[in-house]
């Protein structure tokens, strides 16, 4: 959970950026930490490993202002997408506030997708969090693709297998080109601080 300093009247919130390999979680946080640069503090810090390019996590803090007399700070991470990497990804994990999902929309990939989205809810399940309650946004990444000519899944097939159940909000998007990736982030950020005014409020 989030990181409360009455003393300071400040709250670190941690956003993680969960996805197949590849996917463009990455992709994502260089997106935003080039726009934003001169309102974040810190250095984004990737780790670039063989057939993944992040090993454990991306770090950049990023201050949004007051909110109920609190500053709230974000702290975006990465974790990696391949399999034999559970364990650092349920590490990655530890403490979420919230998560932004990026699949992969070719179609070649579809199944890792699926997979990825089960290894989330079961690693959010170790840390008595469900996967129905904690604040999510899905984001369907490389739209761009289709100018190529690369066959896509359809914003359908997208929605009926990652989002039939879940009905939490989603973007189609491009994190090479920046489409939807500020939004995407916007959407996120806007549920993970929402679901922690009740317990800004407990603080008093």
């Known amino acids: 959970m989030a990181l409360i300093n009455p003393k300071k009247k400040e709250v670190q919130v941690k956003l993680v950026y ?3 390999g590849r996917g463009g979680k990455t992709t994502n946080l260089e997106y935003i930490y080039a726009k934003f640069k001169n309102r974040i503090k810190g250095n984004l ?10 090993l454990f996590f991306d770090f950049m803090p990023l201050d949004i202002g007051i909110i109920r007399g609190y500053n709230i700070k ?5 974790v990696p997408g391949q ?14 506030d919230g998560i932004v999902f990026v699949a992969d929309s070719m179609a070649l990939r579809r199944k890792m997708n699926i997979v990825s989205l089960k290894d989330l809810q079961d690693n959010l399940t170790t840390f008595d969090k469900s996967i129905f309650k904690i604040p999510l946004v899905l984001q369907y990444n490389k739209r761009d693709l289709a100018d190529q000519g690369i066959p896509l899944l359809t914003r359908e097939t997208l929605d009926n297998d990652l989002n039939r159940q879940l009905k939490v909000p989603s973007f189609e998007a491009s ?6 990736v500020v939004e995407t982030m916007k959407k996120a950020i806007s549920l993970t601080v929402a679901s922690l005014e009740k317990k800004l409020e407990l603080k008093g």
């Open 18 to 20: 969960y996805g197949p």
């Open 45 to 54: 810090t990737t780790i670039k490993t063989y057939g993944d390019r992040t």
């Open 74 to 78: 974000m702290q975006f991470y990465t």
């Open 83 to 96: 399999v034999k990497y559970n364990a650092t990804r349920r590490l990655v994990l530890r403490g979420v």
């Open 175 to 180: 994190a090479i080109t920046g489409d939807n």
